[in-house]
């Protein structure tokens, strides 16, 4: 498959998930699940036009709301920080996860589009990773772990908005 050419305000990520479709969708549209993969705490509404709060990273939230909503496929929903050094005010950029089938379980693509500059795309790109990987250890019956990045903050030197 080919990927087009990533637009400079937007983060591409594609992984290969060995668990189908509708196992993976149960971690983008259950809190319980999402909060096992990312976030501390949190609100969520997921449903078109539903919003969510979530606590991700130290004390960094973030806010925006689901755009669509299509079961075992597609999730789009605006994304931004209510606090910290990046300036992705909630809901000013749109992440819209895509699963596909394969033989082999699930392939998962993530785009972050609308981000405000290149340290924005490096940063939300680093912690898309890191938040894919666990997405995809719990999504396969594995546990990643306590999040280390729950307890970092600017005081411990990392950027809590940083995605």
């Known amino acids: 498959m080919t990927i087009p050419p990533t637009p400079m305000d937007t983060v591409t990520l594609e992984r290969r998930i060995a ?3 509708d ?4 971690f983008l549209d259950d809190r319980e699940k999402w909060l096992s993969w990312m976030g ?6 997921f449903e078109p036009g539903g919003s969510y709060r979530t606590r991700v990273t130290g004390q960094s939230v973030a806010s925006g709301r689901f755009i ?3 079961p075992h496929r597609r999730v789009v929903f605006s994304w931004g920080w209510e606090s910290g050094p990046l300036l992705v005010p909630p809901g000013s950029s749109t992440i819209e996860i895509t699963l596909a089938p394969t ?3 699930t392939l998962l693509r993530l785009i972050h ?4 500059s290149t340290e924005a795309c490096e940063a939300h790109a680093e912690s898309w990773q890191h938040y894919v990987d666990r997405l995809a250890t719990r999504a396969e019956g594995g546990d990643p772990g306590p999040d280390p990045w729950l307890r970092d ?3 411990n030197g990392r950027d809590p908005s940083a995605g």
């Open 19 to 21: 668990a189908r479709p």
């Open 23 to 26: 196992t993976v969708f149960g």
């Open 40 to 45: 501390a705490d949190g609100s969520f509404s």
């Open 68 to 70: 669509t909503v299509d």
């Open 103 to 105: 033989p082999e379980g």
């Open 113 to 116: 589009s609308g981000l405000p």
């Open 153 to 155: 903050g600017p005081e």
